[in-house]
């Protein structure tokens, strides 16, 4: 009966195996596929990821962790008919704030919104690589030479 079992477990663990072969195969094949464009750009993956922890301490208290805003005192940037249509206003309000109203989604915001003088042009490229390539967004990596032509007609008054 011992063998029974046995001879019933290899026949069991033999059909497995090439299902696993396959499934494993599959698997990679799909994550190589997948990975190829954002693994061979690291300085995305840079840009993003320190865009992102630079988002969380400097934008997340108001436009919130999920992007969605705060209801009617700060915009979503999740999904943003703004963000989408004003990408340079983006970057200057990152680095000087707005004040006045603004309209996002057919609504109406006017919350005055302070900006962060001390980022630094690559701050501002990484904060908008995150931004524009999470929730709703996926526009690449923001080059800092886009952040400094945009900065460049928005300065301060």
């Given at each position: 009966?011992?063998?029974?079992?046995?001879?019933?477990r290899?026949q069991?663990?033999?059909?497995?195996?090439?299902?696993?072969?396959?499934?494993?195969?599959?698997?990679?094949?799909?994550?190589?596929a997948?990975?190829?464009s954002?693994?061979?750009?690291?300085?995305?993956?840079?840009?993003?990821?320190?865009?992102?922890?630079?988002?969380?301490?400097?934008?997340?208290?108001?436009?919130?962790?999920?992007?969605?805003?705060?209801?009617?005192?700060?915009?979503p940037?999740?999904?943003?008919?703004?963000?989408?249509?004003?990408?340079?206003?983006?970057?200057?309000?990152?680095?000087?704030?707005?004040?006045?109203?603004?309209?996002?989604?057919?609504?109406?915001?006017?919350?005055?919104?302070?900006?962060?003088?001390?980022?630094?042009?690559?701050?501002?490229?990484?904060?908008?690589?995150?931004?524009?390539?999470?929730?709703?967004?996926?526009?690449?990596?923001?080059?800092?030479?886009?952040?400094?032509?945009?900065?460049?007609?928005?300065?301060?008054?």
């Amino acid at each position: 009966m011992a063998s029974k079992n046995n001879g019933r477990r290899l026949q069991a663990t033999s059909y497995k195996l090439p299902v696993l072969a396959m499934q494993l195969v599959a698997c990679a094949l799909w994550f190589g596929a997948c990975g190829q464009s954002t693994s061979k750009d690291t300085k995305f993956q840079q840009y993003y990821v320190q865009g992102e922890q630079l988002y969380i301490k400097n934008c997340s208290n108001c436009h919130q962790k999920n992007g969605n805003g705060l209801g009617r005192v700060y915009p979503p940037l999740n999904t943003s008919d703004y963000m989408d249509q004003h990408r340079n206003e983006v970057i200057c309000l990152i680095k000087y704030g707005k004040e006045g109203e603004i309209i996002v989604n057919g609504k109406k915001y006017n919350m005055p919104m302070k900006g962060i003088a001390s980022l630094t042009e690559l701050e501002i490229a990484e904060i908008a690589t995150y931004i524009y390539n999470t929730w709703s967004h996926q526009y690449g990596r923001v080059e800092i030479s886009e952040v400094q032509k945009a900065l460049a007609k928005c300065q301060p008054k």
